[in-house]
């Protein structure tokens, strides 16, 4: 895991001393994803110059330092992430005199020798990769299947800049600063930046399976810079409808299953620093950690942040699976004050606007590690190849009745549903046998409330993903956003909303929230972070397997459950899923009232002219009072205004 940068300009007009300090400028941004050294690689005659921070994982020598050139002295790369499969790759490849044992070393010499897209698509891992080729003078940007790490790219008059993170763009001295305001209401809307945009007019993210290749011709447009898709997850799913699903019972399924996730987690254990993994005591977690526990030739260490209150604290089940499990238990309680004390450093963190605040515990478990393991393995991806979220089962089962219902109808019951407080509801909810208790069931209904204007499967997840709602934009000067590409997935034929919804959350919601959340948090603090569910073979079996497998009788991830249930007790994981929450609501009413209040003053909001004063106002208004818990929604204003402040 390691941070890069690097520059290509489109007229050789510096000299190779002011090339390399502006590289050297962009990657000292990173820092924090690459502690332990530094390099750069200067081509003065094209212009180009690439840098590289490294957190040292595979091969701790000088042999695997970066940027790397190929033996054959074509290629030259930095490379942030790893490739998990680099021993079969390198027996691939024999004959070669091998410098050392990294896998930057055979991905190289695999570009070498098949080319770059050929590469890519052998590789199985988790990366972004410049490369620069010297007899083309070209260079190539790549980023892995499912989005694990950032890439950005954007530009200014005279070169194309890229990095790891927006930071490294913003160190070049002719940085432009202009905000894209379409990719702001789409922040505002739904708490993050759906690739391609970034905050920036002048910045993109490469998305997740792609590829760009840029040249040095006259500047072009961003807009202008397409890249090509080696790998589609779209594609690979309609080519499974298009042949119809593969019938496997259930035994096979989860054999199945279990020996991709096995061969997964047995590669992503590799590593010449200490490994462990995040444990929530939660399915996807308890998964992961039960394998690697049964992979491992010692105790796997395992890790977990509490709260002393109640409502917000899985500790107590982690807990309980890691002594099942006998893993070496590290949990670490920690005050609602102590997580509070955490929201200045977000907005420097996470570097664009981002605002799902579980970033806060997210940030904190990632601490925790960081002072035991270089590496952690986490249980991200579960919930969107499998089907875990509430919304697939609950959204699914209300919309086939409500739309029979005619909209105005629909509309009465949603104020029907919205005329009762949240803490009203939760409590109602509280009532209910405890296999049955939703987390924040209030919250949820009030969200599920929004179904009532839906048109159609598309509008329902869009609505249950929107945390503005309204027609009228927030951002002056933009109409609503969507993310791109998303109403092609209704398009198709003969597909369930509840799939439908699953394959777009695997495509938007995991790599521009999951994904970009534990990145963030755990590079903040040099932690390697993976994820065994978002190996491709896996993602490309489960997205084969038949609904029934994934939500059977209203229960969510039945198969990953199947799984599990060789491995821990069920009475230790069955249980309402909680989440990684903490009480924004409350804190915004509380003790983070008068932050809020100056952060959204409407003489600020006017004098900036991003956000429309009277549409925050009436937000704040209505939260204030409790009328409405609009949290999601001022979250995102806050956390814009604080990466203002910031930047």
């Known amino acids: 895991m390691c941070g890069i940068a690097g520059l290509i300009r489109f007229r050789a007009d510096l000299p190779s001393a002011e090339l390399e300090a502006r590289a050297l400028r962009m990657a000292s941004a990173l820092t924090h994803r690459g502690p332990d050294a530094e390099g750069a690689y200067v081509d003065a005659q094209a212009g180009v110059a690439l840098s590289h921070r490294r957190l040292s994982i595979l091969d701790l020598s000088a042999a695997g330092a970066q940027p790397m050139r190929s033996h054959d002295g074509r290629y030259v790369v930095v490379f942030n992430g790893e490739v998990y499969n680099h021993a079969a790759l390198r027996e691939a490849l024999s004959g070669r005199a091998w410098r050392g044992h990294s896998d930057t070393e055979v991905l190289l ?65 002719d940085w432009r600063h202009d905000i894209d305001r379409v990719a702001l209401d789409d922040y505002m809307r739904h708490g993050c930046v759906h690739a391609p945009r970034s905050i920036y007019q002048h910045a993109r993210k490469l998305p997740p399976g792609a590829w760009l290749r840029v040249a040095r011709t006259e500047a072009p447009r961003v807009f202008d810079l397409a890249p090509r898709r080696y790998w589609s997850l779209e594609s690979i799913v309609a080519r499974g409808s298009a042949r119809g699903v593969s019938v496997m019972d259930e035994r096979e399924a989860t054999d199945a299953v279990e020996a991709a996730l096995r061969r997964a987690v047995a590669g992503q254990m590799v590593a010449d620093v200490p490994v462990g993994a995040f444990l929530s005591g ?8 039960a394998l690697m526990q049964s992979e491992a030739t010692r105790t796997v260490r395992t890790f977990s942040i509490g709260f002393h209150e109640p409502n917000y604290n899985e500790a107590q089940y982690a807990k309980q699976v890691a002594d099942h499990l006998k893993t070496d238990h590290t949990e670490l309680y920690v005050s609602l004050a102590e997580a509070r004390a ?38 991200d991806g579960g919930d969107e190849l499998f089907g875990g979220y509430s919304r697939y089962t609950m959204g699914d089962q209300l919309w086939r009745y409500l739309r029979h219902i005619p909209r105005g109808g629909r509309r009465g019951l949603a104020v029907g549903m919205r005329a009762v407080a949240p803490e009203t509801w939760d409590t109602l909810w509280g009532a209910l046998p405890r296999r049955l208790r939703v987390d ?43 993310p791109p590409g998303v109403h092609a997935l209704w398009d198709a034929p003969n597909r369930r909303l509840t799939d439908n919804m699953m394959l777009a959350d695997a495509l938007w919601y995991l790599p521009d929230v999951i994904l970009v959340k534990v990145d963030r948090a755990a590079m903040a603090v040099s932690l390697e972070t993976r994820a065994p569910y978002l190996d491709h073979r896996v993602v490309e079996l489960a997205f084969g397997l038949p609904p029934s497998l994934k939500i059977r009788g209203g ?38 009232r008068t932050w809020a209040a100056d952060l959204l003053a409407p003489e600020r909001l006017a004098a900036q002219g991003y956000l429309r004063p009277d549409i925050i106002q009436s937000a704040w208004n209505a939260h204030l009072s409790g009328a409405r818990n609009l949290e999601h929604f001022l979250w995102n204003a806050l956390m814009f205004e604080a990466w203002l402040d910031a930047r």
Request: without cysteine; proline residues 5%.
């Open 555 to 592: 229960v969510t991830k039945w198969i990953l459950r199947r799984v599990l249930d060789r491995h821990v007790p069920r009475s230790l994981i069955e249980r309402p899923k909680m989440g990684f929450n903490v009480p924004i609501d409350l804190w915004l009413r509380g003790s983070l």
């Open 282 to 289: 939660g399915i996807d977690s308890s998964t992961i950690v």
């Open 440 to 482: 924040r069931a209030g919250d949820k209904l009030h969200k599920l409330a929004g179904l009532a204007v839906a048109r159609d499967g598309h509008d329902v997840h869009a609505l249950l993903h929107t945390q503005y709602r309204e027609r009228e934009p927030v951002v002056q000067g933009t109409s609503e956003s969507i």
């Open 109 to 173: 010499e695999g570009i070498a020798a098949w080319g770059f897209e050929a590469a890519l698509q052998r590789a199985v891992g988790m990366f972004a990769v410049a490369l620069w080729d010297v007899t083309e003078r070209a260079l190539y940007l790549a980023r892995d299947r499912m989005g694990e790490k950032p890439l950005y790219y954007g530009l200014t008059e005279h070169a194309l800049l890229f990095g790891s993170e927006l930071k490294a763009l913003r160190a070049h001295p």
């Open 342 to 379: 955490v929201i200045p450093e977000l907005p420097t963190i996470y570097d664009e606007p981002f605002a799902d605040s579980s970033q806060i515990p997210t940030y904190l478990v990632a601490k925790l590690a960081r002072q035991h393991v270089t590496v952690s393995l986490s249980g």
